[in-house]
């Protein structure tokens, strides 16, 4: 009997180590695939979005910036803004609002060039930063970088409205970035996240 205890110790002791060791395989395993899907369809979205768009009001030709706004041909989605803010990459569709990254996945970065040569030869390139943290034996936290350089359709003539609305800006006093949208004739502001660059 003290034998059969002692050799089901033995194999118990040597499976357990094994048993973690592939279960935190598959947990690293899960995070990298998490990262890695949730940044390609963060950047699929800005792609189309910056397609679709007709200009680029900010950062402004030359500029650099945290917060990309971008003109386009529908009141609904004029302006359309993409942003980080507390900790995630938000999309603004005139005045609505949606998270696009993974609520499981934290965003550390994101940069935006505008690259434009000229008003009707538009490009801007973005940087994105994802990072997920998991708990494990030893914690493990992986980071993934994401870039992309976007041309807007050159053949996409500018729409005109009966607003006019100013072009996005960041309010120094507030510390919010503000935008206006065109409802009923008259421009509406709007501003829900913060402009100050986080770290």
Known sequence: MIIFIAIVALMAGTMLPLLFNAT???????????VEQNGAQVMETIIQEVRKAERILDPPM????????????????????????????VLILGQRRKTLSSELVGATHFGI??????????????SLGLRRT????????????????????????????????????CDATSG?????????????PYTNFSCVLEW
């Open 176 to 188: 919010l970035y503000v935008w206006q949208v065109c409802e009923d004739g008259l421009c509406v």
């Open 24 to 34: 935190e395989s598959r947990q690293r395993q899960d995070a990298i695939a998490l």
């Open 62 to 89: 030359g500029g650099t910036g945290y917060i990309l706004a971008l003109q386009t041909g529908s009141g609904a989605t004029n302006p359309t803004i993409i942003a980080r803010d507390s900790g995630s990459i």
């Open 113 to 126: 060039d505008n690259t434009s040569v000229a008003e009707d030869r538009q490009s801007v390139a973005v």
């Open 134 to 169: 998991i708990r494990l034996h030893q914690p493990l936290t992986y980071n993934s970088h994401f870039t992309a350089v976007i041309n807007l359709d050159p053949d996409d003539t500018p729409s005109s409205d009966s607003c006019s609305c100013p072009t996005p800006y």
